[in-house]
């Protein structure tokens, strides 16, 4: 090979007459173009090569054959133009997420962890999103070791996601970077993004940078929609359910003029209508439900720095569970059977526009979105029924202080409006929540392999005051085998008392609040130290990662200490979680990709004055899971077996618990393992799929207790750890066409 | 341990079997260089190209301009891919198998030079 190389070394020069190109090298790192030095510039077919300096510029011979010249380095994405002349250039690569990536063919692994992004990230795109069936935010997580995703009540089919054993309310939840799905839309939100919509999804841990605001207390999750200007013209999704599940899902790109102005429009239809109770409890195990969503997207790109993305969605969302014999439309009455209703109308808006300075060292932006949520529901006899009208909007000013880009400030202003009124047992309450906020953050980055950022923002909350939210991140790479990350920072939560823990309904005892609105405050610490290896030739990754959340207030649901109500108070003590996990990933055998992770989760809470476990979480999670294609891709096999651990089940104490004949599974509930499993068969234009959810079939036992009664004064069905749905078979079709 | 040696063994069967399809009786190699240049157009070509009748083998390489197909010989021909590939608006000029291997070394050596200059300047 070396030998070759020579070859053409003497006789491709011979006749040049040679004159010479300039320019320069940026990285796009975060859309923001950073110089990049040491960059290897080459004519392909050549061996006449130069790099780059400090300040990303460069300067190579070209000789009269030399065309495609090729940009590379380790990192990022390798460039080949097309050289006519000898006009100076400005190249920009993109990023290459897999850092050293030898690029030989390669599977296209699903999720894997960014070694730039100086906070600890998991991309998860769309090949991970083709391994599980469907459908929506939810379960496109049951492939992924850091969030778990349980039911909130045996009734409602609200999920719920958990990072670092958190509930999902502590994550800050984002659509296109923008703060999305709470207040109203907390307990469903999560089913109202369809998978198929989803062109890739990041989950990062610990404290998220200041510019997305002084949420995200465990961490952060974005969804990005598939983009209009993308290759793809038309896609289309059907999915059918075993248990009587029907979903469809389309979008389509219109390019209305050439690749600058351009639309996508996006259909989702979702419906349940076979009533199920596999566990002849006499309740559903699932809601009957209907849900309709459209979302109609623009983007303009100007090609020369100014870019806009606007888009408007409506959604309309229908549930209906309880008991097997509750039909629509009937009154919810002691004399009719138990049933739980939950009515969603919501719309959406957004506008995001940004333009980069020609010198590629200043960029502006700015962020909004607008909701309007109406919720109309009822559990049992209690009606719930509640509108929220939300704004947030979020200009940015990103600046690089000196040439190379070593040191850079994002700065801005952030506005967050939020009109609450809701109703619960005859009880109106009515607020408005206004912030705007400060922010500014800084990055020092003297090389590739160094990340320092700090940020602070300052936010003046119409109810809660003036409150300064620091945080702190560090990223470096230890020669080629290792990446460190570590770190720190404040985050608060406006907790909506009721809306977000209105599953709770589903019990005989009432909820007893006094706030209706409550600030949440905590530190949270992490490190993270990620190794990468070659191994028989193929990429051996390690991640362990320990990350502590400490919180100063809290919201703490108590369903111990009081046997007529379950209260709502303000945290008296300490709470904590402490949370660490291992990950292995790995190709034992060609196009064969496995993931094993574990990790232990030491949930901490102080509830009616007493530090316990915090009640239905699991003390540890493992996970495996296997994805085969064959040669071509044209099949793919995907095998997922989660372990979780046992956990604490709140109980309020009585005398006759103290009988050393009550069983300890009264208290607690054992681990358990979930298997999904699915195939996919790949044909030029679309794919099929089969698979099986819950393969097992493991079921939680009685996830209603006197489910008999549901009008007594033991009905509960909040009291849910595990699988309330068994084992689920599913066939679906996908089409897709793109541009050429 | 003993974990460790069933992955070792996996992996020794896997790649026996390999060498078993290699070895096929009825299969037949065509390669062809093409104009792609870009990495966009490895991926696309690539993509076209895997679902064409009687394919057991694919490599598409943007760096050598390069494509390797080996197929069931009564499936399809040399024709057939080449108007694929042609379809899809590239070259396709049949090369033999020792001029591929040769492009791809060459590619492939440059790629490794361009990595040594990295590592020179870390």
């Given at each position: ?26 990285g796009n790192d975060k859309?923001k173009?950073q110089?990049l ?36 380095f380790v990192g990022y994405e ?15 690569l993109e990023p290459n997420l897999k850092l050293g990536e ?10 894997y962890l960014s070694a730039i992004d100086p906070i600890q990230t998991?991309r ?78 990041q ?240 990055t020092?980055k003297?090389g590739e392999d160094f990340t320092?950022m ?19 991140h560090?990223r470096y790479n ?5 990446t460190?990350r ?44 990620i190794?990468y ?208 | ?122």
């Amino acid at each position: 090979m070396k030998k070759s190389g020579i070859l053409i070394l003497i006789f491709l020069p011979f006749f040049a007459v040679s004159q010479v190109l300039e320019g320069v090298v940026y990285g796009n790192d975060k859309n923001k173009k950073q110089p990049l030095p040491g960059v290897n510039i080459y004519w392909q077919g050549t061996n006449t090569g130069v790099a780059s300096d400090d300040t990303g510029t460069f300067k190579i011979r070209k000789a009269n054959g030399n065309q495609i010249l090729v940009v590379s380095f380790v990192g990022y994405e390798t460039k080949e133009l097309r050289v006519d002349d000898l006009t100076p250039l400005e190249i920009v690569l993109e990023p290459n997420l897999k850092l050293g990536e030898v690029k030989v063919v390669h599977k296209n692994r699903g999720t894997y962890l960014s070694a730039i992004d100086p906070i600890q990230t998991e991309r998860i795109n769309g090949a991970e999103l083709h391994k599980a069936a469907c459908c929506n935010l939810a379960e496109s997580f049951e492939t992924n070791p850091s969030v778990d995703v349980s039911y909130s009540d045996a009734v409602t089919g609200a999920k719920q996601i958990r990072l670092l054993g958190l509930e999902g309310t502590y994550s800050l939840l984002q659509i296109e970077n923008m703060p999305n799905l709470r207040g109203l839309a907390t307990n469903f939100g999560l089913t109202y993004v369809p998978g198929p919509w989803m062109e890739s999804i990041q989950v990062s841990k610990g404290a998220a940078s200041v510019l997305n605001g002084y949420e995200s207390i465990a961490g952060q999750i974005n969804a990005e929609y598939k983009k209009p200007d993308s290759q793809e013209k038309l896609f289309l999704n059907t999915f059918f359910g075993a248990s009587g599940r029907l979903e469809f899902n389309g979008n389509g790109n219109i390019r209305v003029h050439k690749d600058m102005l351009t639309t996508g429009i996006f259909v989702h239809a979702s419906d349940q209508s076979q009533k199920n109770d596999h566990n002849g409890d006499g309740f559903l195990d699932e809601p009957l439900s209907r849900q309709v969503q459209v979302l109609n997207r623009w983007k303009y790109n100007n090609h020369k720095g100014y870019m806009a993305q606007a888009g408007f969605s409506v959604l309309t969302d229908d549930r209906l569970g309880g008991q097997t014999a509750f039909e629509r439309g009937m009154q919810p009455l002691v004399t009719n059977p138990f049933g739980i209703s939950t009515e969603n109308y919501r719309l959406e808006g957004f506008f995001k526009t940004g333009y980069v300075w020609p010198n590629q060292r200043t960029a502006l932006a700015w962020l909004s979105n607008i909701s309007q949520h109406e919720t109309r529901s009822f559990y049992g006899l209690n009606h719930y029924d509640a509108s929220e009208t939300r704004f947030y909007g979020s200009a940015v000013l990103t600046r690089d202080l000196d040439m190379p880009g070593k040191h850079s400030v994002n700065t801005g202003f952030s506005f967050i409006y939020d009109n609450f009124s809701e109703n619960l047992y005859n009880r109106q309450m009515e607020r408005k929540e206004q912030v705007p906020g400060l922010f500014a953050e800084y990055t020092f980055k003297p090389g590739e392999d160094f990340t320092f950022m700090a940020g602070i923002r300052s936010d003046f909350h119409n109810l809660f005051g003036t409150f300064v939210t620091p945080r702190m991140h560090l990223r470096y790479n230890m020669g080629e085998h290792v990446t460190v990350r570590a770190s720190a920072g404040k985050g608060y939560r406006t907790a909506n008392v009721i809306s977000e823990n209105n599953y709770l309904l589903a019990s005989a005892r009432p909820i007893q609040w006094t706030d209706d609105i409550f600030q949440e405050k905590a530190w949270n610490y992490g490190f993270a130290l990620i190794q990468y290896y070659t191994v028989w030739g193929r990429e051996l990754q390690l991640n362990a990662e320990y990350f502590r959340t400490d919180f100063q207030t809290q919201l703490v649901i108590d369903r111990e200490t009081s046997a007529e109500n379950i209260i709502l108070a303000p945290l008296d003590g300490q709470s904590w979680s402490n949370s660490l996990q291992f990950d292995l990933r790995y190709q034992p055998i060609e196009r064969l990709d496995m993931l094993l992770a574990y990790r232990h989760n030491d949930v901490k809470q102080t509830i009616g004055g007493q530090l316990m476990e915090k009640p239905l979480t699991s003390r540890y999670k493992g996970l495996i899971t296997f994805n085969y294609t064959t040669n071509l891709k044209k099949w793919m096999f995907d095998y997922t077996i989660q372990f979780n651990g046992g956990g604490r089940i709140p109980r309020v104490h009585e005398e006759w618990m103290d009988r050393t004949d009550i069983s300890g599974d009264f208290f607690e509930f054992s681990p358990y393992t979930v298997m999904n499993a699915q195939i996919t068969k790949y044909f030029r234009y679309w794919n099929i799929y089969l698979g099986a959810e819950n393969l097992a079939d493991f079921k939680q036992l009685n996830p209603v207790a006197a489910a008999d009664d549901p009008f007594g004064p033991h009905f509960d069905a909040t009291n849910v750890w595990g699988p309330v749905k068994g084992r689920r078979i599913y066939l679906g079709l996908r089409f897709n066409l793109n541009y050429e | 341990m003993k974990q460790l040696g069933i992955i070792f063994l996996i992996l020794i069967l896997g790649e026996f079997s390999n060498e078993i399809s290699a070895q096929k009786k009825g299969r037949a190699v065509v390669c062809f260089q093409s104009d792609m240049d870009c990495a966009d157009c490895e991926k696309n070509l690539n993509e076209y190209l895997r679902f064409e009748k009687g394919i057991k083998d694919l490599k598409v390489d943007h760096a050598s301009n390069t494509i390797f197909i080996e197929y069931v010989e009564k499936k399809n021909d040399d024709k057939g891919f080449a108007a694929a590939i042609e379809k899809k608006g590239y070259k396709a000029e049949k090369i033999s198998k020792e001029k591929y291997d040769e492009l791809v070394a060459i590619a492939k050596d440059l790629h490794e030079h361009g990595q040594e200059v990295h590592q020179e300047r870390d």
